[in-house]
C-alpha cells in the first residue's frame, strides 16, 4: 500500500478511537455496582442511582437476573423477574437528569446460604423525540452489569484448594488450581497466596488467581504461570487469605 493511503487510514482509525472515546466518556452512569440485599427488612430494598449524562435523550431498561458462576468465571445467568420488584424498570432519561431505581428482593426469606444476582441497566437502540440525523454518526449504547447478593445472616466462606495439575500449551507451563468455596458466602482472593508444598506464590506468581471471586457453593479453577523451581508432588495445597 502507497505510503499516503496507509497515512490515511491511520488517521481515519485514529479518528475513529477518539469518537468511541468522546462516546464513552459521555454516557449513562448507574451506582452502585455492588450492593448487599437483606432477605427481609428493611435492607430488602435498595436504591440505585441512574443519570443521563449525554445531550440526548436516553431510554433505560433495568432487569435483574439470577447468578451462578462456572468453572473458569463466566456467568451462567438465569430468570429472576418473581424475586425481585423494580420501580420503575423503563425510564426515558433526559439530558442530565438523574432517576432513582428501587430495587426490592421478593423472593424466599428463609434462605442459609448467600445468593448472587446481576442487576442490569441497559441503554436501548432507539430515538425518544428526536430530529433525523443527517449522514451516519457512532453511537455508544451503554450496558451496566452490577453485582447484586441477598445475603442472610452468619455466613462464612470455606475455601480449600482440590488439586493442583501442571500442564502446558503452546504458550508456555501453568498450574491449573482448583478451588472450592463450600461456605456461604462469597469470597475475593484479595492478596491471596497459594502455598504448595513448602513453597509459597504470590504476587505476580498468582497472576490469574489473586483478587478473583468466588461464590458460595462454587467450585473455580484458576491457571497460574508454572515456577520453573517448583518440585512435585503438588499437592497437598492450600490458600493463604487477608
Not at 418473581?82 to 430495587?103: D, N, W
Not at 441497566?121 to 457512532?138: C, F, H, K, S, W
Request: net charge positive; aromatic share 4%.
Amino acid at each position: 500500500m502507497p505510503p499516503h493511503q496507509l497515512l490515511q487510514l491511520t488517521r481515519r482509525a485514529a479518528a475513529l478511537t477518539l469518537a468511541s472515546l468522546a462516546c464513552a466518556a459521555h454516557a449513562i452512569s448507574f451506582t452502585p455496582i455492588e450492593v448487599d440485599f437483606s432477605p427481609t427488612g428493611r435492607a430488602a430494598t435498595q436504591v440505585f442511582r441512574l443519570e443521563n449524562t449525554t445531550a440526548e435523550v436516553a431510554a433505560v431498561e433495568v432487569s435483574v437476573k439470577s447468578r451462578k458462576m462456572e468453572r473458569n468465571g463466566e456467568d451462567a445467568l438465569g430468570d429472576a423477574d418473581e424475586q425481585f420488584s423494580i420501580f420503575p424498570a423503563q425510564v426515558v432519561l433526559q439530558p442530565g437528569q438523574v432517576q432513582t431505581i428501587r430495587v426490592q428482593y421478593t423472593g424466599p426469606a428463609a434462605i442459609d446460604s448467600e445468593r448472587a444476582f446481576r442487576l442490569i441497566a441497559e441503554q436501548l437502540p432507539i430515538d425518544v423525540g428526536q430530529a433525523p440525523q443527517n449522514g451516519g454518526r457512532m453511537r455508544l449504547l451503554v450496558k451496566y452489569v452490577a453485582s447484586a447478593y441477598v445475603v442472610p445472616a452468619n455466613v462464612k466462606a470455606i475455601l480449600s484448594v482440590q488439586s493442583v495439575l501442571a500442564v502446558s500449551d503452546s504458550q508456555g507451563k501453568w498450574l491449573d488450581v482448583t478451588v472450592l468455596n463450600e461456605g456461604s458466602t462469597r469470597k475475593v482472593l484479595r492478596e491471596a497466596k497459594l502455598v504448595v508444598g513448602s513453597t509459597t506464590l504470590e504476587g505476580a506468581a498468582v497472576k490469574g488467581l489473586a483478587g478473583e471471586n468466588v461464590l458460595a457453593k462454587t467450585t473455580r479453577v484458576f491457571r497460574i504461570p508454572a515456577p520453573a523451581d517448583l518440585k512435585t508432588p503438588l499437592m497437598p495445597a492450600r490458600l493463604v487469605l487477608e
